[in-house]
């Protein structure tokens, strides 16, 4: 990505297609008892007008998914709901949602190639709000950029393919990657994953309730939000010129400088190159107790061992 390509971006906002991603739907009289039991989120407060972001977690309080939900009635009614989530987890969470249904009025159903996904973010939401769109399609408000957004859903039987004013930019899929970790988003499988509890991903305040009731693995992100202990944080960080002769970034590991040999206490999960800045940017998780400002040693297991220092700053 260009700096004027980011610029731009910032400035007028853009559209993603997230067709790619994994779409379910939940119909029956116990579909929302029945999700809100899966959920980390408040299912009802998803509507036809707004999405919410939730994680699905185990019995232990570990990630399985995290997913997009929203409701298909109007004014708040949820005659039916409907999930997506990254393209890798379609077969994992479509297996994980069906498992707890027994005697539940609930059906479950993979809908991906009946819809496209546009999410169009920033000031581009302006743009959306007034598209002419075919009928049977969906239009509403859902942050997944860390700023206010609107994702379109089209059925994949539409006649007419979307167009799009040309004065909002078409975001690829390497400048939303690039943007998700200037933003500090977390993503599957980079940070979320089935070894992360919600909280160490910074998702406490966003995708999690606490007064919703129970759900799978409630009782220990209960106890994770009343004591404030957890093994480890996602950070964010940003280093300059790389040595020609570092490892892969897969391979990079933080280390405290303080002790003698380092001592690893962290990894890398994404990593990108500013657009104005022209450095590296990056997310990554650090053992609990590091604090904003604190400087850390970056390298590899393996020789060679130690190649930078970072700053590391709260997402």
């Given at each position: 990505?260009?700096?004027?390509?980011?610029?731009?971006?910032?400035?007028?906002?853009?559209?993603?297609?997230?067709?790619?991603?994994?779409?379910?739907?939940?119909?029956?009289?116990?579909?929302?008892?029945?999700?809100n039991g899966q959920v980390t989120n408040e299912v009802r407060n998803a509507s036809g007008q707004a999405a919410i972001y939730a994680c699905v977690t185990n019995a232990?309080?570990?990630?399985?998914?995290?997913?997009?939900?929203?409701?298909?009635?109007?004014?708040?009614?949820?005659?039916?709901?409907?999930?997506?989530?990254?393209?890798?987890?379609?077969?994992?969470?479509?297996?994980?949602?069906?498992?707890?249904?027994?005697?539940?009025?609930?059906?479950?159903?993979?809908?991906?190639?009946?819809?496209?996904?546009?999410?169009?973010?920033?000031?581009?939401?302006?743009?959306?709000?007034?598209?002419?769109?075919?009928?049977?399609?969906?239009?509403?408000d859902a942050t997944r950029l860390g700023v206010p957004g609107v994702d379109v859903w089209l059925p994949s039987t539409s006649d007419t393919a979307p167009t799009f004013?040309?004065?909002?930019?078409?975001?690829?899929?390497?400048?939303w990657e690039t943007l998700r970790i200037l933003k500090a988003v977390p993503r599957w499988p980079n940070e979320i994953s089935n070894e992360a509890f919600p909280q160490?991903?910074?998702?406490?305040?966003?995708?999690?309730?606490?007064?919703?009731?129970?759900?799978?693995?409630?009782?220990?992100?209960?106890?994770?939000?009343?004591?404030?202990?957890?093994?480890?944080?996602?950070?964010?960080?940003?280093?300059?010129?790389?040595?020609?002769?570092?490892?892969?970034?897969?391979?990079?590991?933080?280390?405290?400088?303080?002790?003698?040999?380092?001592?690893?206490?962290?990894?890398?999960?994404?990593?990108?190159?500013?657009?104005?800045?022209?450095?590296?940017?990056?997310?990554?998780?650090?053992?609990?107790?590091?604090?904003?400002?604190?400087?850390?040693?970056?390298?590899?297991?393996?020789?060679?061992?130690?190649?930078?220092?970072?700053?590391?700053?709260?997402?």
């Amino acid at each position: 990505m260009t700096p004027e390509q980011y610029q731009r971006l910032e400035t007028q906002g853009g559209v993603a297609d997230l067709s790619s991603r994994a779409k379910f739907t939940l119909s029956g009289t116990d579909r929302v008892r029945y999700l809100n039991g899966q959920v980390t989120n408040e299912v009802r407060n998803a509507s036809g007008q707004a999405a919410i972001y939730a994680c699905v977690t185990n019995a232990k309080g570990r990630i399985e998914g995290d997913v997009f939900i929203h409701g298909s009635g109007e004014n708040g009614a949820q005659d039916l709901l409907f999930l997506d989530a990254e393209e890798g987890l379609r077969e994992h969470l479509a297996a994980r949602l069906e498992r707890y249904i027994v005697a539940d009025d609930v059906e479950f159903r993979d809908v991906t190639e009946d819809w496209s996904l546009w999410h169009f973010f920033g000031p581009a939401v302006e743009v959306a709000k007034k598209l002419q769109l075919p009928e049977g399609s969906a239009r509403l408000d859902a942050t997944r950029l860390g700023v206010p957004g609107v994702d379109v859903w089209l059925p994949s039987t539409s006649d007419t393919a979307p167009t799009f004013p040309a004065d909002v930019p078409a975001v690829s899929a390497e400048e939303w990657e690039t943007l998700r970790i200037l933003k500090a988003v977390p993503r599957w499988p980079n940070e979320i994953s089935n070894e992360a509890f919600p909280q160490e991903a910074g998702l406490e305040g966003r995708a999690m309730s606490f007064t919703k009731g129970c759900y799978i693995g409630q009782e220990i992100l209960s106890r994770i939000k009343l004591t404030g202990k957890m093994p480890r944080r996602l950070v964010t960080f940003q280093l300059g010129d790389v040595p020609v002769d570092a490892p892969a970034p897969e391979l990079w590991t933080l280390f405290d400088g303080t002790q003698e040999p380092p001592k690893a206490v962290g990894n890398v999960t994404s990593i990108a190159r500013h657009p104005v800045l022209d450095r590296l940017v990056g997310l990554a998780y650090v053992r609990a107790g590091l604090e904003a400002g604190d400087s850390l040693l970056l390298g590899s297991e393996e020789p060679p061992r130690i190649f930078a220092k970072v700053d590391i700053s709260p997402t």
